[in-house]
């Protein structure tokens, strides 16, 4: 299908550009959402993004997203999809199996954000998709992760992660990160993950938030960006499962093949995204990201008012 | 143990009652749902509430869950030495 005057609905180049794009800002904490609203519009290009075409357009680029984060950590999810069949065996989570203890910590956090989507996501979208209401929630991502970098500082650190590790059984099962992470408590994976529903309004970084949620409860940065993206796993596959029908039915006629274009691209963009966001994090926080939120959020915000 | 078996009785009887929410969403169109059910309309219709009715099958499954643990074994804690 082409729009009127003989036009793709999306140019092949412009799949190729939101592909990269949306690989790259899902998983970096500048919110993917806020860029494809705001981008386009500071390029030129009238793509309907609220239209139903963009939207399942998007369905392809975010299931390339949730399966390289799954293929990425796959390792993880096995030992994580074993305890969870432990768990349920033994009706019980046993202080040695730290791969179970994650799984339902996973659990428990994705099921707040998760109704939270299902049940207001498409009147958020309605409400804020303006470029405009993404500048400014890009703007206070970027306080948000200055927020996050600060308040780390008076977060339990990792003296008490320590003692927790310290104090449970050994497991033999599972990597030290895995180890790490299950000193989570259940109320704090809750709260972690409900901060992931901030994510629905464009501008507000799902990734950012929860590895600021992380530190907030004493992760340091490498272990906050993996719970992160072994949270993100499950509600972005999710989402675009429930929105696959929109990009094999009607809403999807006439971009399917850019659809496809743009889901190689992300998924590309996504598999050297979280290689480096995994290094970066080794060592490196979320201020740069910051800096970037804030002045990309009020530089777009002045083009897009004055 | 008595208020054990009692909150995984509750529990099941909620997950019960959701899951069957959940399928009368999915289901049944707008038009057709109970009256007093969140997203009910009144004129004819054909739209169905998948999402209300998948977050109610979910929790559902995890008032499941909580009885499920809650009837299971209970890990004896052993005070370690030192």
């Known amino acids: 299908m082409v729009a009127a005057g003989g036009q793709h609905l999306i140019s092949y180049f412009q799949a190729i550009v939101i592909g990269f794009l949306q690989g790259v800002t899902e998983l970096f904490p500048i919110s993917s959402l806020g860029h494809a609203v705001i981008l386009p519009k500071l390029l030129g290009w009238h793509l309907g993004q609220d239209k139903p075409y963009f939207l399942a357009f998007l369905v ?6 949730a399966t390289v984060l799954f293929i990425f950590f796959f390792p993880e999810w096995a030992r994580i999809l074993k305890g969870l069949g432990r768990s349920l065996r033994d009706r019980q989570i046993r202080d040695d199996d730290p791969d179970a203890r994650l799984a339902w910590l996973l659990i428990v956090g994705t099921i707040p954000a998760g109704l939270i989507g299902l049940l207001f996501e498409h009147k958020l979208r309605s409400l804020f998709a303006s470029p405009t209401a993404a500048a400014a929630f890009l703007t206070a991502n970027g306080l948000v992760l200055f927020a996050a970098e600060y308040l780390r500082r008076r977060a339990p650190g990792a003296e008490e992660r320590a003692q927790e590790l310290e104090r449970r059984p050994e497991s033999e099962t599972s990597s030290d990160a895995e180890k790490r992470l299950a000193t989570l408590g259940f109320r704090e994976a809750v709260g972690v ?17 929860t590895i600021g949620g992380g530190l907030f409860v004493g992760l340091t940065h490498e272990d906050a960006a993996r719970y992160a ?18 990009l094999v039915g009607h809403n999807g006629d006439g971009v399917r093949g850019q659809a496809l274009v743009g889901a190689l691209c992300a998924g590309a963009a996504a598999w050297f995204a979280i290689k480096f966001l995994m290094r970066y994090f080794q060592t490196n926080t979320l201020t740069p990201f910051a800096v970037y939120c804030l002045f990309a959020g009020l530089g777009a915000l002045l083009v897009f008012v004055f | 143990m008595r208020n054990d078996r009692l909150l995984a009785a509750l529990a099941v009887l909620l997950g019960l009652v959701l899951v069957a929410i959940g399928v009368t969403y999915i289901a049944l169109d707008e038009h057709d749902i109970p009256s007093f059910f969140p997203g009910h309309v009144s004129h004819p219709a054909s739209h169905h509430h998948i999402k209300h009715g998948i977050a109610a099958i979910f929790l559902g499954l995890a008032c499941f869950a909580f009885a499920w643990f809650r009837t ?10 030192g």
């Not at chain 1, 392809?60 to 997203?65: E, P, Q, S, V």
């Not at chain 1, 993950?193 to 938030?209: E, H, M, Y």
């Not at chain 2, 299971?72 to 030495?81: C, K, S």
């Open chain 1, 193 to 209: 993950g409900t901060a992931q529903a901030a994510a629905l309004f464009p501008g507000i970084s799902r990734a950012g938030i």
């Open chain 1, 60 to 65: 392809a680029t975010h299931l390339a997203t």
């Open chain 2, 72 to 81: 299971g074994p209970r890990e004896e804690r052993v005070a370690r030495p």
């Open chain 1, 229 to 246: 993206f072994l949270l993100a796993t499950p509600i972005i596959g999710a989402a675009a499962l429930l929105k696959l029908p929109d």
